[in-house]
């Protein structure tokens, strides 16, 4: 399905942009890695946030930092998180398991999961960061999408992955010349 190649992406992504709160419609091998993301940013954050203390995050005498953002992160008043919401009705669902290798990983507090239907779910405005939607529901992506907006911060982002655009990208309805 391509999330062997998604992940590591999800995963640098997260990284690159330090961004805090997810959410994955469609949970299960991702799922790691945006959790693995997250702990990993806390961690170099608290490393850097150190450093700063005292006084070595500096090349040349130019501070490499920006100590405002590192102090914001750090100090954030909400933890980093990933919420997983998943029907788990797909015949080789791997999202009803996701939450105990996340445990048994030492992340499952990054992690929460919603076993329901994510067109039921209602996001309080301006919560998400990203929104990561790896489920199947074609051409009904768009009213998702629409029903979600409010809920993605500024600056935040939405990324997509499903069946028709597995299609369209190489599977076996495409056509050469459809892309």
Known sequence: MGVENIGPFL????????????VEIG???TSLFLVQALHDNDEEMKRIHNLQSEDKCRL??????????VENFVQSSSPASLLCIDNCLHQKETASGASAVAQSLGLGS??????????????????????????GVGPRMIDFVQNMWGAIRPGGLSFHLDESAHQILGGSSATPGSL
């Open 11 to 22: 995963y640098s992504f997260v990284r690159f942009t330090k961004r805090r709160h997810i």
């Open 27 to 29: 949970a299960g091998y």
């Open 60 to 69: 040349l005498d130019w501070p490499w930092t920006e100590e405002s953002e």
């Open 110 to 135: 990054y992690l929460e999961f919603i076993q329901g239907d994510a067109f039921d779910m209602d996001l309080p405005d301006n919560s998400v960061d990203i929104l990561w939607c790896d489920f």
